[in-house]
């Protein structure tokens, strides 16, 4: 995603309210992982920040990768790159001021209508 303060975690908090969650979102960097529930899903966020190699977490998020009712985001994935699907979308959050962000998505065609507008 971005840098250390880039806004990863007020990203999440809209992505989760937009699911429909009422849980409070809070960042994972001190315990890894949070899970927020949103009607039959479930926001599995990942910090892989201080972490110099994923051991069990990997294990934990290959189980989530798959499921169908899982919104999975991944702060810091250089270290889980081999357990992510190949085909996903990546968001670059670039701090372009004190609070401003431009965001950059890349995604295969197939995962256009994630971004498009309705």
Avoid: C
Avoid at 1 to 12: L, Y
Avoid at 44 to 51: A, G, K, Q, S, V
Avoid at 71 to 85: D, K, M, Q, R, S
């Amino acid at each position: 995603m971005s840098d250390v303060g880039g806004g990863k975690t007020t990203f999440v908090r809209g992505l989760a309210k937009g699911m429909g969650s009422n849980d409070k979102v809070a960042s994972p960097t001190f315990t890894i992982s949070r899970e927020y529930r949103a009607g039959d899903l479930t926001m599995y966020h990942f910090d892989f920040y201080r972490l110099p190699q994923a051991g069990i977490m990997a294990e934990e998020l290959a189980e989530v990768v798959g499921d169908r009712q899982a919104v999975v985001v991944v702060e810091w994935a250089g270290i889980v790159e081999n357990v992510l699907p190949a085909e996903r979308l990546t968001i670059q959050i670039t701090p372009t001021g004190e609070t401003e962000r431009v965001f950059n998505f890349s995604f295969p065609d197939k995962l256009a209508y994630l971004v498009e507008n309705t």
